[in-house]
């Protein structure tokens, strides 16, 4: 039987009615998975709309981080277990040697002056133990992936956001108020809120004046009305 290369229409279905019963099922990532190793798993939060592009929303086993990835990207069979090496076999006990035991002839030796007690020598300092070099800090993993925050104006006082992790969307394209883009924009480069409060300023003119267009209008089907006498 040929193994899945991700997700298909009727596991998306599956995975979404498990989240609809309060559970977050298991997912495993393919070989497909930009910055993700094959076979790690991941649980599942969330489907985002419209469903095409990375609607998938997991977070990592061992990560904090919530992600989209596509179906492509996700698989439901869970990858074998990795074998362990197997041990090299014991090396042979070596045979025990024969000890042949010789007892040599020791001629009997003069008996001698019992030689005067050495003076004991002077006491050496022992040279002080190196201080211990501090432990290294493990170094990082991997490093911060590189986030960019964009903002789309229309032009008629509507924005959105959008927030790229690396080169995967984190948020995808977000309504946000002009107020809290205004807002936002006085704290960053006196450039960035100059070119912003233009843009504000001229949505406000746009409807101002299609406010005064249909307050004209209002006036003039009031006083057409008034004339019918109603």
């Known amino acids: 039987m040929a193994k899945k290369s991700g997700l298909s229409a009727e596991d998306v279905d599956s995975l979404r009615s498990q989240l609809d019963a309060g559970t977050q099922p298991l997912v495993w990532f393919t070989a497909a998975a930009v910055g993700m190793e094959a076979g790690r798993s991941a649980k599942l939060l969330a489907f985002t709309e419209p469903e095409e592009g990375d609607f998938i929303q997991v977070r990592p086993t061992g ?14 069979e869970k990858p074998p277990p990795r074998k362990k090496a197997a041990a090299p076999p014991p090396a042979p006990p070596e045979p025990p040697r024969e000890t042949e035991i010789l007892h040599p002839y020791v001629p009997e030796a003069p008996v001698k002056p019992a030689a005067p007690k050495p003076k004991p020598a002077p006491a050496v300092a022992e040279p002080a133990p190196a201080p211990a070099k501090p432990a290294r800090k493990p170094s990082a993993k991997g490093a911060t992936p590189e986030v960019t925050v964009t903002l789309v ?6 924005w959105t ?3 790229l992790q690396g080169t995967r969307k984190a948020v995808r394209p977000t309504p946000v108020s002009p107020a809290a883009v205004a807002q936002a ?4 480069t006196p450039e960035v809120a100059e070119i912003v409060e233009g843009v ?8 101002l004046a299609r406010v005064e267009q249909l307050r004209a209008e209002l006036e003039a089907a009031q006083k057409a009305l008034d004339e019918l006498g109603a």
């Open 63 to 76: 990560s904090k981080d919530e992600m989209s990835f596509s179906p492509a990207e996700l698989t439901l």
């Open 153 to 158: 104006t229309t032009g008629e006082g509507e």
């Open 161 to 163: 956001v959008e927030v």
């Open 185 to 188: 924009a006085k704290l960053l």
């Open 200 to 207: 504000l300023n001229a949505a406000r003119a746009q409807q």
